[in-house]
């Protein structure tokens, strides 16, 4: 973090205390990072700074991006763009789903939460103040969605094998038409596991390069969650991103994964069900049959 030795030798009672020395001799810093050192100096404990920050933001991203769904499906407003309009959850699911969920999260995730800034720091994270710059939080961040896709491509795909789901991933098909909350409604074994690619990937580029910041890992965690939570929505929209990128998954490939249960193993994007055949759609189908079809006449 920014230590000031002028700063920091008289320590204010509040937050706002913090926030006001800082911004006084430290004009130079945005307010993010105004913000961000306060919290930290204010904590004087920077594990339990990181740990409260990263639970926090992860608990209200998650569920602030589920209750728009929430919202719709209880409503109806959208139904006609339900691509399992004949499949909608009861407020009883949803609200076994968030309970099920939040304890998840208080005692799956929660722990490897609060160890995440020692382990961070081993492998050389930053959490100190200025901010990157946009340009290498957005190469970072997309280079982090390949690299999770392509984890949660292949675990995803092994859980599949029937051992493995039946004693793991056969929860989080408990909904044959997701919807937002159900996006981390999984085995706690499951909730490592894939896990893994969103937290390991990112902590597997510092130790390699030197170059992360805290505020990147941030920033890539919210993304992902709002790419998970929405391709569970159960919503296909004319408006919907994967129209404007082809390669992008979206929910109309993830719905179908839920109500088939086979296929469709990404998490962000096509390629590697396109690359691998796994791919299940419609066009899908036509093309793997166009080719058998070919081989036959050869």
Known sequence: MLRNSTLFSETPVTYWGQFDDISKYNPQLNVVERLWTAWYAWMQNDVLATGI??????????????????????????KNYKIQN??????????????????????????????????????GLSTSVPFPSVWTMAYQIAV??????????????????????KAIHKIHHQYSAPFGMA????????????????????????????????????????LRLFQAVDSHSGYEFPWSLHHFLPFWAGADHHDLHHEKFVGNYSSSFR???YLLNT?????????RREDKESKKAQ
């Open 53 to 78: 920050m990263s639970f926090v933001m992860h608990e209200l991203v998650y569920f602030g991006r589920s209750l728009p769904w929430i919202l719709i499906d209880s409503t109806g407003f959208l």
């Open 86 to 123: 004949n499949k909608i959850p009861s407020v009883r699911e949803q609200w076994d789903c968030a309970k099920f969920v939040l304890l998840s999260h208080f005692t799956v995730e929660l722990p490897q939460i609060w160890l995440f800034h020692p382990m961070a720091q081993f492998f």
């Open 144 to 165: 982090f969605f390949v690299l999770e896709d392509t984890w949660h491509y292949f675990s995803h795909r092994a859980l599949h094998w029937g051992p493995l789901y």
């Open 279 to 287: 791919e299940y759609s419609l066009e899908a189908s036509q093309r």
């Open 271 to 273: 390629w590697w069900d």
């Open 183 to 222: 996006a981390e409604y999984a085995s706690p074994i499951e909730v490592m596991i894939l896990g893994f690619g969103t937290v390991g990937c990112p902590i597997l580029w510092c130790a390699i390069t030197g170059d992360l910041h805290i505020f990147t890992m941030y920033v890539w965690i919210v």
